[in-house]
């Protein structure tokens, strides 16, 4: 969907400073806290990562405007577990649980001696392909203006701007799809674009890389 969460190339917001890789992961204890609410709810299995972030993008332009980065991740992971069912409104206002944990639940807790190899071991995302891959390198495409409710990864900046076909990744998750349950996969592509086809003519001397899905991209008339 196309709102305040994806700013990116959008003027005003300041430079962007590269991680120097001498910065603490968190920032604070508590972000470290949700981090680990957040990898322990996703094991419950009621919801996937496309899920995840797109219920961080349903939150509205105010939230999205007042809360902070973690933030953020709290109140998308709240709304998920109130959708899911696992909590009520009432157990978030009380912080207390009704009663027991049922029992699929409580199967699906994810203890201290698995969280470690949960964050490092992921989810593959590479899928057999049920179709011949649409475009190839070299090949000009075009990314479709994506105008969708739902989650995309079509970033709002290369939307509408026309690139190059650089390679072909082969077949992954499509994330539109899987935010929804879907879990079908389409051709990934890196797509190159001169940052003025981006930006205008004073962004010279440089190639933004995008990674986009199939259904993202249209032949360049």
Excluded: K
Aim: hydrophobic share 40%; charged share 25%; glycine share 12%.
């Amino acid at each position: 969907m196309n709102g305040l969460h994806d700013v990116g190339g959008m003027h005003g917001l300041g430079r962007l400073v590269p991680d120097t890789g001498d910065e603490a992961v968190f920032g604070s204890r508590s972000q470290a806290r949700v981090f680990a609410l957040t990898i322990a709810a996703g094991a419950l299995g009621r919801w996937s990562l496309d899920a995840s972030r797109h219920a961080r993008e349903r939150l509205g332009a105010v939230d999205q405007l007042r809360l902070g980065y973690f933030e953020r991740w709290l109140a998308g992971l709240t709304l998920q577990l109130r959708e899911s069912g696992v909590v009520t409104a009432d157990e978030l206002a009380s912080g207390n649980a009704d009663g027991p944990a049922p029992e699929e639940v409580v199967a699906r807790r994810l203890t201290a001696e698995r969280a470690g190899r949960a964050v490092e071991r992921g989810r593959r995302s590479d899928l057999e392909a049920a179709s011949a891959p649409r475009f190839t390198p070299g090949q000009r495409v075009r990314v479709r203006p994506h105008a969708t409710p739902g989650q995309t990864r079509a970033v709002r900046y290369a939307q509408g701007r026309f690139g190059e076909v650089r390679v072909h990744h082969g077949c992954h998750v499509f994330p539109d799809r899987n935010a929804r349950g879907e879990r079908v996969g389409e051709h990934l592509y890196g797509v190159a674009f001169d940052a003025r086809e981006l930006w205008g003519g004073s962004a010279t001397g440089h190639t933004v890389h995008v990674d986009l899905w199939e259904p993202y991209l249209e032949e360049a008339p």
